[in-house]
């Protein structure tokens, strides 16, 4: 499996950007019970959860802070997962990644979970 991950971009405190990740080499069963998760890792620091989504059913996971910002959603026919983000704040500055956990833990924020990941792509929030 393959994930590509884009849309990342220079934008104002306030503004938004749509991330895609991208899956190939597989195609997702609409009833697949993969996990497909974004984390995000700041200079300097540890890489962190952000949102996750279940392939088959939708539901959704965030992390605290960007609960109400940020949506995260998937196209079954595309085979990619998006995260909409909205309100973006300065803390939001990082290089954002997608994986894919093939577990049938369900939603998990565990980056030790997730058995696949993209290249990442870089998100800047000016103030």
């Known amino acids: 499996v393959q994930l590509q991950a884009f849309g990342g971009g220079l934008v104002q405190a306030g503004g938004s950007l749509r991330l895609s990740c991208a899956a190939s080499?597989?195609?997702?069963?609409?009833?697949?019970?993969?996990?497909v998760g974004w984390f995000r890792q700041a200079p300097g620091k540890e890489r962190e959860f952000v949102a996750a989504?279940?392939?088959?059913?939708?539901?959704?996971y965030y992390t605290d802070s960007v609960k109400g910002r940020f949506t995260i959603t998937r196209d079954n026919a595309k085979n990619t997962v998006y995260l909409q983000m909205n309100s973006l704040k300065p803390e939001d500055t990082a290089v954002y990644y997608c994986?894919?956990?093939?577990?049938?833990?369900?939603?998990?924020?565990?980056?030790?979970?997730?058995?696949?990941w993209g290249q990442g792509t870089e998100v800047t929030v000016s103030s």
């Open positions: 080499g597989r195609t997702f069963s609409r009833y697949s019970r993969y996990v």
């Open positions: 989504i279940t392939w088959s059913g939708g539901g959704t």
């Open positions: 994986a894919i956990d093939q577990g049938l833990g369900g939603l998990t924020p565990d980056r030790d979970k997730y058995d696949y």
